[in-house]
T-cell receptor, first 116, second 114 residues
Framework: DAGVIQSPRHEVTEMGQEVTLRCKPISGHDYLFWYRQTMMRGLELLIYFNNNVPIDDSGMPEDRFSAKMPNASFSTLKIQPSEPRDSAVYFC??????????????FGPGTRLLVL | GNSVTQMEGPVTLSEEAFLTINCTYTATGYPSLFWYVQYPGEGLQLLLKATKADDKGSNKGFEATYRKETTSFHLEKGSVQVSDSAVYFCALSPLLTGGFKTIFGAGTRLFVKA
């Protein structure tokens, strides 16, 4: 398996622009997570999906952030408009639920976002 | 609520030194416990895990034992290598009705000098 795939790997944009991050989870995994990592705040869970349905979006910082999962093999995280404080590494992860408990999360390589 | 506390870094060791990174947790019920490792420029990857009390997870010379009485899951390695330099995250996965999410610690950066 190719693992979790994220694109782009690097993104540099200007303040006010729309940014779309993409993720392809591991085939067969029923959970998908979006995280943000910064030096100041560490690893933060933004939102997660189960079977393509958003379950908990309490970590989404504000309305400028939105996430979708139109099918089991694709998810997007959109920031509109972007701001310099959104600069971070964004990770997508997927996992499989077995017997009512969560198994290991598999992380993608991340998208490094810089908003100027 | 559920939380994970791990020792602050950075931790700097010489090659072949003994490593301990402390991790304690607060949780209801019986969570699964994990150690993830993040190498420079990469995403997190599972290092080891334990799913019940007294279980020992091990991988690549690293070990951690699920201690329910002390609510701890300390990471140890007998002889570190330069290639072990990375950030280590302790995490727990609670079992919640209707959905669940892994709680990660803040991470501990390890530098190993040759």
């Amino acid at each position: 398996d190719a693992g979790v795939i994220q694109s782009p790997r690097h993104e540099v944009t200007e303040m006010g622009q729309e940014v779309t991050l993409r993720c392809k989870p591991i085939s067969g995994h029923d959970y998908l997570f979006w995280y943000r990592q910064t030096m100041m705040r560490g690893l933060e869970l933004l939102i997660y999906f189960n079977n393509n349905v958003p379950i908990d979006d309490s970590g989404m910082p504000e309305d400028r952030f939105s996430a979708k999962m139109p099918n089991a093999s694709f998810s997007t995280l959109k920031i509109q408009p972007s701001e310099p404080r959104d600069s971070a590494v964004y990770f997508c992860a997927s996992s499989l639920s077995l017997a009512g408990s969560q198994e290991t999360q598999y992380f993608g390589p991340g998208t490094r976002l810089l908003v100027l | 609520g559920n939380s994970v506390t791990q020792m602050e870094g950075p931790v700097t060791l010489s090659e072949e030194a003994f490593l301990t990174i402390n991790c304690t947790y607060t949780a209801t019920g019986y969570p699964s416990l994990f150690w993830y490792v993040q190498y420079p420029g990469e995403g997190l990857q599972l290092l080891l895990k334990a799913t019940k009390a007294d279980d020992k997870g091990s991988n690549k010379g690293f070990e951690a034992t699920y201690r329910k009485e002390t609510t701890s899951f300390h990471l140890e390695k007998g002889s570190v290598q330069v290639s072990d330099s990375a950030v280590y995250f302790c995490a727990l996965s609670p079992l919640l009705t209707g959905g669940f999410k892994t709680i990660f610690g803040a991470g501990t950066r390890l530098f190993v000098k040759a």
